[in-house]
């Protein structure tokens, strides 16, 4: 009988079956390796020399009660303090994502939500538990004595305010390969994941782009920034944790009789297990002149590097009333010589977050002297000598242009799978199940390309290209590939940044019939409740933190908020 191979990894064996991997308990065995290396663990663990540390008295014991946090110091180290079940805990005050506070956010159990973005980690082990964003908290000890609360720093972490979760790295004897096509998070994730779950076979993320994966929000934001300081991870990250990186490389097609994937040179590369995370395209224009010198789609850094150049001092228009458009239109006030923006609705956002928001965002941005023209399309786009020179509405509107930025919508990447079987819906999204599987067997996919069953939906097949919802898609797919059946449960939660002030939105809205409003969306500081059949199915703030993160931990634990609730002048459901 051939042997089959075996790996360990922390307190579980695997062994592969097929393209699966399967872990089994490993205490007996790796209490036998304990013993054979003839040293008494417990003498060894005494004998080691205790790492120095800083310890501060935070608080007295009875200052929290259970389900409340603070934030302390230690050595000028900030730190979040909780207290769950009788017991206190500290870990890293700022969220791994963008250094929000997490004192700010909202605590449930033992898991604690950033109120910007949506970011969750366990309280007691530091660990991410949900999106956005890559690395978990350091954690600290904590200890109790005579009725004071203690927390002791090692002085060499002093300074860390996030962590990198313990991963495995290739072993070239394991013979089995994962293919991740796709260079966005939902690919990353997947990696990360498969390597934090002593995964050690070889895989590869294949993209397009010019660069590795990187933090695609910002472009519409900040279209000036470096690539360096968008990057997810750095180079010598891939390297260390044997994940290679396919960087300007495409795959035109995929057979999944031979587990094969073709590539745009010729070549084809085996698979065992493959993700299909290749995300959105922005929609192209289709009206005359859209091919015009100037006419710009904003899907890449090299975009948005070339819109920002050919933009400042300039006169731009902006097509699309949507996120992209009015962040790119936002973006520009203060750089180009004039903005327009042209939307097929009265206001912008009006089918998403409604009008009256619609409403007071387009008076945002005409302050800073964005023009709009709305419920309107474009006819068509002139030029001279190959160049983009005006822009004509189907009301006859002419707008001077010298660049032209379309946000549109966007198309799922997915004519490669032409012929492969993989069942896509009417717009051309993958389906999935639950654990991300499509219906080929060993093929999942995740992130934008996907339409997937969205619990809080009673499992209405949805297509959300939210970035955060990318991060849990790699995660899930990561762990069934790994036969460790998981499914997607997580919250919608998405943003958007304009005039530097931020939306938040939780949930899922579409087909809602009411909105309810606590503050004043004119006055800019609002929580808006978005109701269907009598519940909030959705909710967007600005100004009113960490409101919308209170509402995304209501929805992950199962909770109907009721239209009643959301009515009520007392809010104090809201306070978990």
């Given at each position: 009988m051939r042997a089959v191979p075996l790996f360990l990894c922390g307190n579980t064996f695997y062994r592969r079956t097929g393209s699966q991997f399967v872990g089994a308990a490993a205490a007996s065995v790796s209490a036998d390796r304990r013993n054979n290396t003839g040293?008494?663990?417990?003498?060894?663990?005494?004998?080691?020399?205790?790492?120095?540390?800083?310890?501060?008295?935070?608080?007295?014991?009875?200052?929290?009660?259970?389900?409340?946090?603070?934030?302390?110091?230690?050595?000028?180290?900030?730190?979040?303090?909780?207290?769950t079940k009788g017991q206190y805990s500290a870990v890293g005050s700022r969220c791994s994502h963008y250094?929000?506070?997490?004192?700010?956010?909202?605590?449930?159990?033992?898991?604690?939500?950033?109120?910007?973005?949506?970011?969750?980690?366990?309280?007691?082990?530091?660990?991410?538990?949900?999106?956005?964003?890559?690395?978990?908290?350091?954690?600290?000890k904590v200890n109790v004595k005579d009725g004071n609360v203690y927390v002791s720093i090692n002085k060499k972490s002093l300074k860390l305010t996030k962590r990198v979760r313990e991963m495995c790295t290739v072993q070239s004897d394991v013979k089995h390969t994962i293919l991740l096509v796709g260079g966005g998070p939902a690919s990353l994730v997947c990696a990360e994941t498969l390597r934090q779950n002593c995964y050690q076979g070889r895989i590869v993320i294949i993209t397009k782009d010019s660069l590795p994966p990187f933090d695609k929000p910002k472009l519409s934001k900040a279209m000036n920034v470096e690539s360096s300081n968008i990057l997810l991870r750095q180079?010598?990250?891939?390297?260390?944790?044997?994940?290679?990186?396919?960087?300007?490389?495409?795959?035109?097609?995929?057979?999944?009789?031979?587990?094969?994937?073709?590539?745009?040179?010729g070549s084809s590369v085996l698979y065992d297990q493959l993700l299909i995370s290749t995300g959105c395209r922005a929609r192209s224009l289709s009206c005359p002149g859209s091919d015009l010198k100037g006419v710009h789609l904003l899907q890449c850094y090299d975009n948005a590097k070339e819109i920002h150049a050919s933009s400042v001092g300039k006169r731009a228009v902006v097509i699309g009333a949507s996120f992209i458009g009015m962040e790119a239109a936002s973006y520009l006030s203060d750089k180009a010589a004039s903005v327009a923006l042209v939307g097929p609705t009265e206001f912008p956002f009006e089918k998403s977050l409604g009008p009256e928001i619609g409403k007071m965002t387009k008076k945002m941005l005409e302050e800073a002297n964005v023009k709009f023209f709305m419920n309107n399309k474009v006819k068509e786009i002139r030029g001279e000598n190959g160049k983009v020179k005006e822009v004509v509405l189907n009301d006859g509107t002419v707008l001077e242009a010298d660049v032209v930025i379309a946000g549109i919508g966007v198309v799922p990447n997915t004519d490669f799978l032409e012929g492969s079987d993989v069942a896509v819906d009417s717009r051309k999204a993958v389906i999935v199940d639950k654990f991300m599987r499509t219906n080929v067997p060993d093929i999942f996919s995740a992130g934008d390309v996907t339409s997937f069953p969205l619990t809080i939906r009673r499992d209405q097949s949805v297509n959300i290209a939210h970035w955060q919802m990318a991060h849990a898609h790699g995660r899930v797919a990561a762990l069934n590939m790994l036969n460790k059946p998981t499914t997607i449960e997580s919250i919608p939660f998405f943003w958007s940044v304009l005039g530097g002030k931020s939306i938040r939105y939780a949930g899922y809205g579409e087909g809602y019939t009411e909105i309810i409003f606590k503050g004043k969306v004119e006055e800019r500081k609002f929580l808006a409740f978005y109701i269907k059949d009598e519940v909030v199915v959705a909710a967007s703030s600005l100004m009113f933190d960490p409101a919308v993160a209170h509402v995304a931990e209501l929805m992950a634990k199962g909770t109907v908020i009721t239209k009643a609730q959301a009515q009520s002048e007392d809010l104090s459901w809201l306070q978990m």
């Open positions: 040293i008494n663990m417990h003498q060894g663990v005494g004998q080691r020399e205790e790492q120095e540390e800083v310890t501060g008295l935070v608080c007295q014991e009875t200052d929290l009660h259970d389900g409340q946090m603070k934030e302390v110091t230690v050595e000028d180290q900030k730190v979040l303090l909780v207290r250094n929000a506070p997490l004192i700010k956010g909202t605590l449930v159990g033992e898991r604690v939500r950033c109120p910007f973005h949506g970011a969750c980690f366990n309280v007691r082990t530091g660990d991410i538990e949900e999106y956005p964003g890559l690395d978990s908290l350091p954690t600290y180079d010598d990250f891939y390297q260390q944790y044997g994940i290679e990186m396919w960087i300007g490389k495409e795959v035109v097609s995929v057979n999944p009789t031979k587990k094969s994937v073709m590539m745009s040179n």
